[in-house]
């Protein structure tokens, strides 16, 4: 297993209109050594206090966009007469195809919100949303599977998106741990939301990020390393070459 742990220090941290931390080059962010992770394109995360009221996407095209919100509540609309309401624990998709024009106003604050950008496989695609709510016994000690690829055709309640892309998400109690298994063609992106935990003896603190890349098929062991909870996102990504 090859493991790059990236602190949450070393995120850029973007402090124009609210608090964002750009792990890849986004907005005025730009560091050719932090482009994307094939597919993978932004992974930004935003502490919103009273600071900020509205945030503005304007148009946006050909972008698989996916929002977690881990505390408070927005409110989001856009061009084509969708509105919905964010609420803690929501999971958002927004295919963008061949263009939308969206925007997010802060319902309760402060509020924190995980903003992922994966390029399609395909493109020109006409707009849609798809929205779920991850209630927390459906993935406290376990894993659970929250967007599924493309091209996996079984029936589950996790966002298809438009790209080989897994996405998941767990939260352990002290002492819990969960497996993981990939291959060689594969490669992961983790973020620790919240907590303490050990990649394989390796520690991770909040809001640290790790990628791994794997020579053959294994498994993975996450257990949480605190006395708090802790919360974990991965992402199960094609490996790029």
Do not use: C
Not at 54 to 69: A, T
Not at 84 to 97: K, M, Q, T, V
Not at 150 to 161: G, P, R, Y
């Amino acid at each position: 297993m090859d493991l790059e742990i990236i602190k949450s220090s070393e995120h850029y941290s973007s402090q124009e209109e609210n608090v964002g931390y750009f792990h890849f080059s986004f907005a005025e962010f730009f560091d050719t050594n932090k482009m994307n992770i094939g597919p993978l394109r932004v992974f930004n995360e935003y502490l919103l206090d009273s600071r900020v009221t509205n945030l503005g996407y304007g148009s946006i095209r050909d972008i698989e966009i996916l929002l977690y919100l881990v505390e408070g509540e927005l409110s989001y609309k856009n061009d084509k007469g969708i509105q919905e309401i964010l609420r803690a624990g929501d999971l958002f998709l927004i295919s963008s195809g061949i263009g939308v024009i969206s925007s997010m106003r802060i319902v309760t604050k402060p509020a924190r919100l995980l903003e992922i950008w994966i390029f399609p496989s395909k493109y020109s695609l006409t707009p849609s949303i798809m929205k779920r709510h991850i209630a927390n016994e459906e993935y406290t000690n376990k894993i659970l599977q929250i967007v599924t690829s493309e091209k996996k055709s079984e029936n589950t309640s996790a966002l298809k998106i438009h790209q080989d892309v897994n996405l998941y998400i767990s939260k352990l109690d002290s002492e819990n741990e969960v497996w993981y298994n990939s291959n060689p063609e594969r490669e992961l992106y983790l973020f620790l939301i919240n907590g303490k935990i050990l990649i394989n003896n390796n520690p991770l603190f909040a809001r640290d990020a790790a990628k791994i890349a794997f020579s053959s098929s294994e498994n993975i062991t996450l257990r949480n390393d605190s006395s708090e909870m802790s919360e974990i996102m991965l992402i199960d990504l094609e490996k790029e070459g």
